[in-house]
């Protein structure tokens, strides 16, 4: 079956760049449509989607967080890395890895989703 | 930065119908992306709901239905049950935006 897990820090200061991992399983970037996406949730508010890679190494950032945004993916680990630079508080949030099924050459749901994981940002 | 506009609440008594809305615009549902549907429990992740505009997963009771028309969206819950107390959120593709979108969510409350 496909899981996700998200691991980092759980406290980054203001400023500093934060890292995440998703390790997922039950797929592969080898199959071509795979795409791993990553979204997140402040405290007591709406779902963020903030970025996107697919089997092919394309990507797709949310366009309000691009320039602070990179993701890659590591194949042989089934993994994919976020990283967030430049934090600040209103960047506390649980940040949570997904599956996405891609639906036409553009759009697709997240049918698999990590546990999250919560960062807080604070000096 | 939601682009996709949810009612904030709706309740219901056990065995009513409720209905979410999920308004959009000519960029994301008007363009003809499909709609989603997530559940959300306090502390957990998100489940998807319906995919698809109106598809769901197995082992989603077909209580939970979705439509689509121009650029709004609903979910649907008959025979709404205590277990169903949680928050739904709507996601869409933008063109403009070209990338994912989800919905400001609504807190659905049996009464």
């Known amino acids: 079956q496909i899981t996700l897990k998200e691991s980092g820090p759980t406290l980054v200061k203001p400023t500093q760049t934060l890292t995440l991992t998703c390790a997922f399983s039950g797929f592969s970037f080898n199959t071509s449509g795979v795409g791993v996406g990553w979204i997140r949730q402040p405290p007591g508010k709406a779902l963020e989607w903030l970025a996107l890679i697919y089997w092919d190494d394309d990507k797709r950032f949310s366009p309000f967080l691009r320039n602070r945004l990179t993701i890659t993916k590591d194949t042989s680990k089934n993994q994919v890395v976020l990283t967030m630079t430049n934090v600040d508080p209103v960047d506390t949030a649980t940040y949570y890895c997904?599956?996405?099924?891609?639906?036409?050459?553009?759009?697709?749901?997240?049918?698999?989703w990590g546990q999250g994981t919560l960062v807080t940002v604070s000096s | 930065q939601s682009v996709l506009t949810q009612s904030p609440s709706v309740s219901g008594a056990p065995g009513q119908r409720v209905t979410i809305s999920c308004t959009g615009s000519?960029?994301?549902?008007?363009?003809?992306?499909?709609v989603h549907w997530y559940q959300q429990f306090p502390g957990e992740a998100p489940k998807l709901l319906i995919h698809g505009t109106n598809n769901r997963p197995s082992g989603v009771p077909d209580r939970f239905s979705g439509s689509k028309s121009g650029t709004s969206a609903s979910l649907a819950i008959t025979g709404l049950q205590a277990e169903d107390e949680a928050d739904y959120y709507c996601q869409s593709h933008d063109s403009s935006l070209s990338g994912y979108v989800f919905g400001t969510g609504t807190k659905v409350t049996v009464l």
């Open positions: 000519s960029s994301n549902i008007g363009a003809g992306f499909d």
């Open positions: 997904a599956n996405l099924v891609p639906r036409g050459a553009f759009g697709g749901f997240f049918d698999y």
